[in-house]
């Protein structure tokens, strides 16, 4: 599975982003797609993630604020970012778990930079 992720960029605080993360490969075998972030000097963590079911759970963060979907047609997951905070600034990854034979992998995507700021 090879993933593709484009949309950050510099966004005042209270503005929106969008995220994409084109899937290829594979993409039958994916069971979860996400959205994990990692700001400087932090840890990388789980920002949204979305079920092949269609479940879909947040970080605490941005509930509320951030909606994760896809268009499976297009093979695209997409992070809808509102009411950008300032804290909300960091690399942005997409990550896709999938299943490869008997084993499970994970699969990332290129990083993109969210910057909010005035």
């Not at 084109?22 to 039958?28: D, L, R, V």
């Not at 509320?64 to 990854?93: C, F, H």
């Amino acid at each position: 599975v090879q993933l593709q992720a484009s949309g950050g960029g510099l966004v005042q605080p209270g503005g929106s982003l969008r995220l994409s993360c084109a899937a290829s490969g594979s993409i039958f075998s994916i069971n979860v797609m996400g959205w994990y972030r990692q700001a400087p000097g932090k840890q990388r963590e789980l920002v949204a993630a979305i079920t092949s079911g269609g479940s879909t759970n947040y970080v605490d963060s941005v509930k509320g604020r951030s909606t994760i979907s896809r268009d499976i047609a297009k093979n695209t997951v997409y992070l809808q970012m509102n009411s950008l905070k300032p804290e909300d600034t960091a690399v942005y990854y997409c990550n896709a778990y999938y299943k490869d034979g008997s084993d499970y992998r994970r699969s990332w995507g290129q990083g993109t930079l969210v910057t909010v700021s005035s």
